[in-house]
């Protein structure tokens, strides 16, 4: 059983948007390390933005000025909202959550298709 469940992944044309969501019954998400990774097809695994316990978001390079990560503190869900995809931004979506004992979650992935 996944400790984080994501949802919102699709499809889409390139230069439409969609937003992630993930959240977990037993993971605090919105007090924990968090981040986004996406594993796209021929590569492997990578971070696509994190925000810290303070709120300090980063972004990786393909990811900035088209995504934003938030955290909802009320709901327990943190969000990755995506513009302007593009077909290279095709691939599963993972949702990530670090303790401050260095406990680790992982979510099981949504899919996310743009099409050109």
């Known amino acids: 059983q996944e400790e984080l469940v994501e949802s919102g992944g699709g499809l889409v044309q390139a230069g439409g948007s969609l937003t992630l969501s993930c959240t977990g019954e037993?993971?605090?998400?919105?007090?924990?390390?968090m981040a986004w990774y996406r594993q796209v097809p021929g590569k492997e695994r990578e971070l696509v933005a994190s925000i810290r316990d303070g709120g300090t978001r980063h972004y990786s390079d393909f990811a900035k000025a088209r995504f934003t990560i938030s955290r909802d503190y009320v709901n327990n869900v943190m969000s990755l909202q995506m513009n302007n995809l593009k077909p290279e931004d095709t691939g599963i979506y993972y949702c990530y959550s670090r303790s401050p004992w260095n406990d680790q979650y992982w979510g099981q992935g949504t899919q996310v298709t743009v099409s050109s």
């Open positions: 037993r993971v605090r998400v919105v007090s924990n390390a």
